[in-house]
T-cell receptor, first 114, second 113 residues
Framework: GAVVSQHPSRVICKSGTSVKIECRSLDFQATTMFWYRQFPKQSLMLMATSNEGSKATYEQGVEKDKFLINHASLTLSTLTVTSAHPEDSSFYIC??????????FGPGTRLTVL | AQSVAQPEDQVNVAEGNPLTVKCTYSVSGNPYLFWYVQYPNRGLQFLLKYITGDNLVKGSYGFEAEFNKSQTSFHLKKPSALVSDSALYFCAVRDPGNTPLVFGKGTRLSVIA
């Protein structure tokens, strides 16, 4: 299957700082990328959908000014958690879809805000 | 709106026995159905999908799933479970078009040697 990478895999930061997570599709062009959040022992919650070159569409309840998403190219999307707080600690997973019907997922980023 | 139900939080099966992980769905039109597996602290790995065609879909690692339109189900099956199959399994659905996946809550499969 197609490969999606995510970096970093784990990050610890202080409260009030910003953290950027990168998501790359390595062997296909991702026309659409998705960002999910997963709490322990729970399912994936869709945060936003982004199409290359367009503004992201955020799900209800997700603060777009706090979770900045950029999808500047067909192989790269970034999620920036601004002014992070402990309640933002979570497992963030990106997903990408190209010309097929299948969404492929990155390995996830564990964010811990102290 | 689409929705997915995975009625079992946990499924336990002995190694070598067949396994089934249940999934039912609700969509407004023809569904695109998927199964993914997640190992601890990892992202999701794609197992198989149903878009159209044969109702029995074969996927990775010996898994298969059967699309049943009348029962709106897409149960995941494997004839002989392995201990290494122990993981968290997610069923997902979406409408055709550029729509995101909607996930079930997940089912934890435990295969006991």
């Amino acid at each position: 299957g197609a490969v999606v990478s995510q970096h970093p895999s784990r990050v610890i930061c202080k409260s009030g700082t910003s953290v950027k997570i990168e998501c790359r599709s390595l062997d296909f062009q991702a026309t659409t990328m998705f960002w999910y959040r997963q709490f322990p022992k729970q399912s994936l919650m869709l945060m936003a959908t982004s199409n290359e070159g367009s503004k992201a569409t955020y799900e209800q309840g997700v603060e777009k000014d706090k979770f900045l998403i950029n999808h500047a190219s067909l192989t790269l999307s970034t999620l920036t958690v601004t002014s992070a707080h402990p309640e933002d600690s979570s497992f963030y997973i990106c997903s990408a879809r190209g010309g097929t019907d299948t969404q492929y997922f990155g390995p996830g980023t564990r964010l811990t805000v102290l | 709106a689409q929705s997915v139900a995975q009625p079992e939080d946990q499924v336990n099966v002995a190694e070598g026995n067949p396994l089934t992980v249940k999934c039912t769905y609700s969509v407004s039109g023809n569904p695109y159905l998927f199964w993914y597996v997640q190992y601890p602290n990892r992202g999701l790995q794609f197992l198989l999908k149903y878009i159209t065609g044969d109702n029995l879909v074969k996927g990775s690692y010996g898994f298969e799933a059967e699309f049943n339109k009348s029962q709106t189900s897409f149960h995941l099956k494997k004839p002989s479970a392995l201990v290494s199959d122990s993981a968290l399994y997610f069923c997902a659905v979406r409408d055709p078009g550029n729509t995101p996946l909607v996930f079930g809550k997940g089912t934890r499969l435990s295969v006991i040697a």
